[in-house]
């Protein structure tokens, strides 16, 4: 246990080196600082860091670290929102294509995710803009919530901002605030649906092939109790171990449907930073965004470890009172 | 464990079982006629994707064939400033594929060199760098290439750039992971016993049965790096506006698509679609095939 927190602080501590060294690259380059003292500006650089101060942005004039905090949450509630989606749609089809394996129903969801998962988001999102928005006018397209209804921002949060108005038309703004979610949600959460289904099935597979699943089933107990009871828990520590992948693929693809839809956030922002050159901005981006990504990353890597340990001893102490 | 002899026919073998999967053979098939077009159309069409037609801005495609005059003119219409969609799109899927090809080839490797070589020798400093690679494994190409775009400017060989350096920790990953647990097993204990150098180890037991693995992750990397150019295309920071590229294509054209000219980005999009789906359906037909053939 110990060995494994030190050895995830230590990585954390590597990652973050090369970090700061990789942006403060970025920062001598985008500055033209090289021909100044090197391990001054380094110093300088940390400092800045430490305290979370970026400068201004060239582009509205405002401090870098306001503006990341306040696009950061549009993001971060689109995320989480389409990681709800694909997680419950991912774990479910994952599980049905592995308890109906080489059966019709296994090939359909694999061939359909082999397909959904070759679709680039930018494409699919321009095809729901013209046939539900435009043509048939069912969702509308862009931003985060029709102009017509003000709402003051509490949380940032435009779900709980809206029913925690006072206005008389706050549910009316909260049930607007969901259209203007439907296609940005279903456009991004379809990739990292298909990783899931891909990443649960091929570990609910070698689990499935136990000897102790054969015997639950040989008991007569349900399918869905042992997935939940036996399968699910015993591949958990690989299907943890390989979340890291969407999530990052779900942070990577937000910028592309941002900017498809328009969205208020984080990837429309860093885009026209870089159109416009605002290195300042880059720069917060690059540290920023990097480090909550390694942050993440050990996170999981540390939280699939845990759970191998307690599934050991989980099973040790079966053993022993056997 | 496979020995020589019977080894020898496995190739024949391969393609008897990809056959019996007939939506891999069918993949397979596609794509090679997909390269066929590609190349016939650009080395034996007269085709320039920069030129402007002034009279035939927004025709809409048409397809036609006469003995006498050959296809008719723009078999998939033009664009707003009247150049030919299928020359731009046979070179925008030449410089797309091709540029990915080389993105995942390069990746792959470098990454198989690091892995293999941290795996099987025991040195500490190919240790140190494998560590170090895998630190920067978090970072996606679209954030590389923001800081390298951001500096040099965007341009095709600069997003490549960033999807080579993106993909490289991945690819390392992977091959350190197969190698080291092939390593444990017995029979490369055996054939090291048998008095077996390294790379004698190495060139007879241990790549022939993670070639598979890696053929697979070639593959996977190869499509994703085709959808990372694409989007990169599309956000404004791979190739500039006339050099043609599919992303930049659909990222041009976004408006056309509300004045009924969907043309100019259907195509690209089923372009890369249908490319895409085809070698993700063959990788996965060929992991089935080898899977079948290893039992």
Known sequence: MLVIIIKKLGMLLLSSIILLILTFW????????GNQDIFLQFLIYLNRILRLDFGYSSM??????????????????????AMLVSVTVGLTMGCFA???????????ITNVS?????????????????????SIDWVPCSGRISLLYQINPKTGFILIDTLLDDSEYSLDAFLNACTHFLLPVFSLAMLPTTEIIRIV?????SVMQQNYIKVAFSRGWSSGHIIIRHGLKNAMPSILGQCGSVLFLTFTSVIIVENVFNWPGIGTWIIEAIRNSDTNVVNAYLVLIGFIFVILNIFLEFIADLSIIFLNRYENEQISKV | MKLGKLNKFRGLDFFRILRRDWMAWYALWFLILYLMVIIISINFFNLNPYDQQTMDFFRPPHLSFSFSKGFSKFIMGTDDLGRDVYARLVYGARNTFLYALYAAVISSLVG???GFLSAISKSKILHTVRILISSVRSYTPIIIAFAIITILGPSLKNATVAITVSLIPRFTAICYEITSEELRKEYIKAVMLDGAGTFTMFRLSLFPNIRDVLIIQFTK?????????????????????PEPELGTMIAENMDMLYSGNYWIIAF????????????????????????????
């Open chain 2, 112 to 114: 198989a060199f690091i």
């Open chain 1, 114 to 134: 082999i397909f959904c998962s070759s679709i680039p988001i930018f494409w699919i999102a321009q095809l729901l803009i013209s046939t539900m928005a435009v």
């Open chain 2, 221 to 241: 990397h190869f499509s994703m790096a085709i959808l990372d150019l694409a989007a990169l295309g599309f956000l404004g920071l791979s190739a500039v506006n």
């Open chain 1, 26 to 33: 970025f920062y001598i380059r985008a500055n033209n600082l």
């Open chain 1, 98 to 108: 592995a308890l109906h394996r080489d059966r019709w129903m296994d090939g359909a």
């Open chain 2, 268 to 295: 690209p999009g089923i372009a890369i679609i249908t490319f895409v789906i085809a070698i993700n359906i063959l990788s996965d037909g060929i992991r089935n095939a080898l899977h079948k053939d290893n039992s």
């Open chain 1, 60 to 81: 509205s004039f405002r401090p870098v670290t306001e503006e990341f905090a306040e696009f950061f949450i549009a993001t971060f509630e689109l995320c989480l929102i």
């Open chain 1, 201 to 205: 099935r091929n570990s609910l597979y």
